[in-house]
């Protein structure tokens, strides 16, 4: 049975995708899962009624794989969320800083940390998951050996806390989406939109920069682009946009009719029109 209050994460208890859980849906039930298609997967078939799904940092770029996933998962994202990563160097009980050659984390956190590490000494060690490599320092019990994970990991697996802030830059934010299997648009007097979908292009010359005139002659703002390959095919790249704006919008229909012209066919997807995250209108006090 469905149950419209769970949310799916990739990790263990602990992970910063844990902690957006909590941040975002706090009366929801968080739900772990090994991996990126594992929990794609448990709203796909109805085990939980959304999923947390990381996509950039602000330190170490986009999340790599998963944006190969979300066109093809068959969910809509319905809403955005910025997660503030403040990582911390966890050991175990009684170690030191001094006493640290190794630290473990997604490589994705040991990125956000390099300049950091290499002051200290320390090797970077990758691991799958930043709560994973919490859980393990724990259990192997080896005061050389640290985590760079969350206060929440700390919390979970009984670790102290050797250094509070250790990322490179003070401002490190992760942006989430979350996504549902039913595409849900905002009111479109609600406040501000937002848009993301994919498309391929023909093979013909200045497609790309036809394509986005659209966008431009029509007044709406990209806020992200991005290529990648796509299936087999070297030759065949597939494109990643995230703009400002409401689906509903005459604006944003007369750009998407222009982009369509210069696509293959059914190679536009909309991946989902959700509320802008109020974290946009912030300053950037980095």
């Given at each position: 049975m469905r149950n419209e209050q769970t949310i799916a994460f990739q990790g263990v208890p602990g992970a910063y995708s844990h902690l957006s859980c909590q941040a975002f849906c706090p009366d929801w039930k968080a739900v772990a899962y090994k991996s990126f298609s594992g929990m794609l997967r448990a709203v796909q078939i109805g085990e939980c009624s959304s999923a947390m799904v990381p996509v950039e940092n602000s330190t170490a770029g986009r999340v790599a794989d998963i944006h190969h996933m979300l066109p093809d998962s068959g969910l809509h994202i319905i809403a955005e969320h910025f997660q503030p990563v403040n990582h911390q160097l966890l050991g175990i009980r009684g170690s030191k800083l001094s006493d640290i050659k190794e630290a473990y984390s997604h490589e994705q956190g040991l990125a956000q940390c390099r300049k950091k590490l290499e002051k200290l000494g320390i090797?970077?060690?990758?691991?799958?998951?930043?709560?994973?490599?919490?859980?393990?320092?724990?259990?192997?019990?080896?005061?050389?050996?640290?985590?760079?994970?969350?206060?929440?990991?700390?919390?979970?697996?009984?670790?102290?806390?050797?250094?509070?802030?250790?990322?490179?830059?003070?401002?490190?934010t992760t942006r989430f989406?979350?996504?549902?299997?039913?595409?849900?648009?905002p009111d479109v007097s609600s406040g501000n939109s937002h848009c993301t979908f994919v498309f391929s292009l023909r093979s013909v010359p200045a497609a790309l920069y036809k394509a986005l005139g659209g966008f431009a002659t029509n007044g709406i703002n990209l806020t992200k682009i991005e290529s990648y390959?796509?299936?087999?095919?070297?030759?065949?790249?597939?494109?990643?946009?995230?703009?400002?704006?409401?689906?509903?919008?005459?604006?944003?229909q007369l750009a998407l009719e222009e982009l369509k012209f210069y696509c293959l066919p059914d190679a536009v997807r909309i991946l989902g029109c959700y509320p802008s995250s109020p974290y946009r209108k912030r300053p950037n006090k980095n």
């Open positions: 090797e970077p060690m990758i691991h799958s998951d930043t709560a994973g490599a919490a859980r393990d320092i724990a259990t192997w019990n080896d005061h050389t050996k640290a985590a760079i994970a969350s206060n929440l990991a700390a919390q979970v697996y009984g670790l102290e806390i050797l250094m509070e802030q250790i990322t490179d830059l003070n401002l490190n989406l979350i996504m549902k299997k039913q595409m849900e648009v390959m796509s299936g087999n095919q070297m030759h065949a790249a597939q494109f990643y946009i995230d703009c400002e704006g409401h689906i509903e919008h005459e604006n944003m």
